[in-house]
């Protein structure tokens, strides 16, 4: 079982760059996530979708696009890189509300 | 707004001794989830254990158990017997039950650091 898998794991990106993180997930989950994790805090929720075809703002959306295209992907776009967007970036899923699955994350390093 | 918070930013263990996680949060809800998440250095997310807040019998899995005293909202984790692979990030989380189509969207805390040592 592959769970859920995020593309690429490293990245390096100069200023105002563009680029696009890829979670996938064969567990046929409804819901996916896109979360940010930045030294000495937790996880924050960027954005969401609830399924197919619909995505939603989490708590820190600014800066980021995302597009749920299909079931078993969830897409995350930088249309602009800079440099408060280096962080380690980690994409979830879950069959309900309840239990999420994570990726083990992509770290993305903008200079 | 829900927030978590824990305290300890580091903390360290001896093999086979006992730990105890400090977490404690905010929020008006009375219906609500609680979770331990564990985070090795391979940076992957792994779920420890969970709560129910309308469930009075604290959760337990193996080696880890939980405090949950809603009143006090807190929620603090115990490994028994550490291990050596019990060394990695430590990260409470609260989440709210939300309409269907609103998902089911995690709060973290900062995350404790523990080290199990030899």
């Known amino acids: 079982n592959a769970g859920v898998t995020q593309t690429p794991k490293f990245r390096v990106l100069k200023t105002g760059q563009s680029m696009t993180l890829l979670c996938a997930q064969d567990?046929?989950?409804?819901?996916m996530y896109w979360y940010r994790q930045d030294p000495g805090m937790g996880l924050r929720l960027i954005h969401y979708?609830?399924?197919?075809?619909?995505?939603a703002k989490g708590e820190v959306p600014d800066g980021y696009n995302v597009s749920r295209l299909k079931k078993q992907n969830f897409l995350l776009g930088l249309e602009s890189a800079a440099p408060s967007q280096t962080s380690v970036y980690f994409c979830a899923s879950s069959p309900k509300q309840v239990i999420q699955y994570f990726g083990a994350g992509t770290r993305l390093s903008v200079l | 707004a829900q927030t978590v918070t824990q305290s300890q930013p580091e903390m360290s263990v001896q093999e086979a001794e006992t730990v105890t996680l400090s977490c404690t949060y905010d929020?008006?809800?009375?219906?609500?989830?609680l979770f331990w998440y564990k985070q090795p250095p391979s940076r992957q997310m792994i779920l420890v254990i969970r709560q129910e807040a309308y469930k009075q019998q604290n959760a337990t899995e193996n080696r880890f158990s939980v405090n949950f005293q809603k009143a006090a909202k807190s929620f603090s984790l115990k490994i028994s017997d550490s291990q050596l692979g019990d060394t990695a990030m430590y990260f409470c989380a609260f989440m709210k039950p939300l309409p269907y189509n609103q998902g089911g969207k995690l709060i973290f805390g900062q995350g404790t650091e523990l080290s199990v040592k030899p």
């Open positions: 567990m046929n989950h409804e819901y």
């Open positions: 929020t008006s809800e009375n219906n609500y989830y």
């Open positions: 979708s609830v399924g197919e075809g619909t995505t």
